[in-house]
């Protein structure tokens, strides 16, 4: 086979693979558009129950600027609480698997965590932090993101089978040479499985803390004024731009999980071809 017919072959796959994933969620969400439409236009639904899509796409473009603007507030704040609770998630769940005494104290600390309504805080840190500051907000997402990553990394960080440490002890491995061929590669699929819920956490935690006060600036703001405003549609809108900021967050970590996996596998196929 000659060589641009080569390289058109898996080109042409790539695009085959690539619609046939695309092509049905687009289509679904192209039906169930249609059937919203049909429901409300000719079930007469009021607009305070449901707008149609036709309405909040025109709303949508309409206020595109201030949508996109809410959104990137929202989406920094985030963006910062999902950073900050995912690195204090992952080094406590480093420390709690390596030390004993580390694991107790920080299990009952945890399982509050986990039982506290976080959002419930977001009125008391306005008062704490000021109603002008969106500190309040990055808390919020940080604490929602902090436990599903920690429980998460720590279980992959235990999925490490005895019979692996006894090898590496062995061959007389040092510390760093075991977490790197054996205890990372092993707990990696955990972590991202927990950056995954925790990423779509972030943005609904920023979301809903900013219904509790706070500036007016991100999306959760807007959406509260619109709706007590009675302009539904609008409301509406800006639901779909927090849409839009969480889809976006997944896909980043999504990404992400595939680059460092396949950075993985080609460094543990260099290492087999060097040994």
Known sequence: MSGPAAARGPGRSAVRSGLAATLPPVALLGFLLLGWHLAVTLGDVPAFVLPGPVDIAANLRELA???????????????VGLVVGAVLGIGLAVLSSALRPADRLAAPVVTALAVVPIVALAPVLYSMYGAASEQARVIVAGLAVFVPVYVNTLTGLRQVAPV???????LAASPVQVARTVT????LPFVFTGLRMASSLAVISAIVAEYFGGPRSGIGSFIT?????SDYAQAWAYVVGGIVVGLVFYAATAVAEHLTARRSIGASTLAGLSA
């Open 164 to 170: 692996h440490r006894d090898l590496m002890r062995a």
């Open 225 to 229: 004024t619109a709706a007590a405003g």
């Open 184 to 187: 990372v590669p092993t707990a």
């Open 65 to 79: 600027g201030p949508v996109t603007g809410a959104a990137l507030v929202t989406g920094r704040n985030a963006a």
